[in-house]
């Protein structure tokens, strides 16, 4: 089975590897923090995100943070509600930190363009063991400004258009729960409820 085309803002079964700091053409100077992942039902996750209009060390300090949360659970991707921020900024890193051209900070992202179908699994750190297909667009482009205020358009396929697809949704309050057939979510709030009923979730 080919794992290389899974998504998740999940947990990959690959390693993490430590962000390499200094090899980038940026290098962040000031100290990142591991966040705390809120898990689902935290009603954040179904908070639609403010648009961001200022594009400032503060923002940038959460873009840090956020990348090295998202190394640090082994995830390719992290939106803010995910750390209880309702804004919409996101971090997307397929290389899991291994290389720094692959990250990608998308604020105030839009999907501008979609085609095709695809259907292959997901996963995402608010739903720690869940891991499910979901159908998305198989292309997409989206535009967005980075942490500066510079806006630019990308286009995504596979596994980075279901990365764009995953944490917009984020963005806008869903999770991937209700992404689902309404069979595979109830079978999965079941899940849920027994991990939280055993101290697990
Ligand atoms: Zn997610």
Known sequence: MDTSNRYGDFRSSEPASQPVSGS???????????????????????QPGEPITEFNDELRQLVADMFETTYASSGV????????????????????????????VLVNPEIIFRE????????????PEIREKISRAA????????????????????LLARAFQHEIDHLDGIVFLFRMS???R??????????????AW
């Open 182 to 184: 309404a069979l595979k």
């Open 116 to 127: 095709g179908k695809q259907y292959e699994e997901e996963g995402c750190l608010s739903f």
């Open 77 to 104: 991707g992290l939106a803010a509600q995910q750390v209880g921020v309702a804004k919409r900024v996101t971090v997307i890193d397929l290389s899991l930190g291994k290389d720094p051209a692959q990250r990608l």
């Open 24 to 46: 980038g053409q940026e290098v962040i100077e000031s100290s990142q923090m591991i966040l705390k992942i809120v898990k689902y039902p935290d009603p954040i996750l179904q």
């Open 139 to 158: 292309k997409v482009r989206i535009r967005a400004q980075d942490e500066y205020g510079k806006w630019f358009e990308m286009d995504g396929e596979e």
């Open 186 to 199: 109830n079978l999965n709030l079941r899940k849920i409820r027994k991990m939280q009923s055993e101290g």
